[in-house]
């Protein structure tokens, strides 16, 4: 089973962004079954930090195109990236402990923040801004 679904509730309203939120998903769901797979497993740091990685390059495209164009809630959308990337920082200091429990508390956070992310800053600035150049 992948670690998040695609939902309606993610949606910005924009059908680029969205694309562009699905590719994040499916490269997050990909990592995910590496961790999983038998075999040659992706270790759980690398797991992390390849995960980390995919996130940040997404949130730094958001923030150079509002720091570019001036948009003016740049500081609170910026923190709430921050929040996520601390968030998955203290699961990665629990996973240790316990494995399984932070699994799940990995994907409940995470879908309980892009439902909210998308549906009010992404869905805010994309809507006052546009979709923001590759
Ligand atoms: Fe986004
Ligand atoms: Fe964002």
Known sequence: MPLLQWKPSYSVGIEAVD?????LIDLINQLYGELMAKGEPLTASAFFGDLIKAISAHFALEERFMLERGYDQLSQHKADHERLLD???????????DEATS?????????????RHFETHDARLHKALGTHPH
Request: cysteine-free; overall charge negative; proline content about 0%.
């Open 19 to 23: 694309h562009e939120h699905k590719e």
């Open 87 to 97: 968030e998955i920082l203290a699961i990665m200091d629990d996973f240790e402990s």
């Open 103 to 115: 699994r799940d508390d990995l994907a409940a956070r995470l879908d309980a923040w892009f439902s």
